[in-house]
């Protein structure tokens, strides 16, 4: 739980043009994807470093690391719903790789050809992408085919094998592993809850 006051977020408005106060009291819970969870984990543990205070910038690296935790929370409310197909990384070159994986996730994607299709090396890609998303590609990549798969297993009767194939898995036991570690549940018993 965070508690903090309105004037906290003022910058974040000013920035960002937004209106962050009806934001938090829409969603005073905010879930975060437990692949993230870390990295709160890592930013709130030095928030309590520097709590200590180590020496006279401590106070400035507390209010830097909590504007960096507010953003992060920020953004998982925001695209809470579709995190991974409406993010705007702000980068146009990294925007478009995140354009051909939404609308070639259930081709075989790898990280080496589209690194060669963008003109970048395999290095750079993987270095800018995780820098601007905060995922890794092939972690976004799955996560795209799950929450794809996640759609058709609600509104159409294809099955799970059907599925699997159309969204770029390799089987529907490589999906159903994947699935229930980032949807929670089992393909079959997401489709009966939902």
């Known amino acids: 739980m965070l508690y903090f006051n309105n004037e906290e977020l003022d910058w974040i408005a000013d920035d960002s043009s937004q209106d962050i106060e009806s934001i938090f ?14 990295y709160i984990s890592s930013i709130i543990q030095k928030i309590s470093y520097e709590h200590n205070g180590v020496d006279s910038l401590s106070l400035s690296f507390i209010h830097s690391y909590f504007h960096e935790l507010i953003l992060f929370i920020l953004r998982c409310q925001m695209y809470e719903d579709n995190v991974i197909t409406k993010m705007d990384t ?3 070159l990294i925007q478009k ?21 963008f003109n970048m ?15 890794r590609f092939r972690e976004y990549l799955i996560n795209v085919r799950t929450h794809a798969a996640a759609d058709l297993l609600v509104n159409t009767s294809l099955s799970i094998t059907e599925i699997a194939d159309k969204c770029g898995f390799a089987d529907r036991n490589t999906m159903g ?15 009966k809850s939902h």
Request: proline share 4%; net charge positive.
């Open 25 to 38: 009291h829409k969603h005073p819970v905010i879930h975060i994807p437990e692949r993230r969870l870390d």
């Open 90 to 92: 702000g980068n146009e």
């Open 177 to 191: 592993g994947t699935f229930k570690k980032i949807m929670g549940e089992a393909p079959r018993s997401y489709r």
């Open 121 to 135: 090396s395999e290095s750079s890609l993987s270095k800018k992408f995780k820098a601007f998303t905060c995922f």
């Open 97 to 117: 790789v995140i354009e051909y994986i939404i609308e070639n996730y259930h081709n075989d994607i790898t990280m080496a050809a589209t690194a060669e299709l």
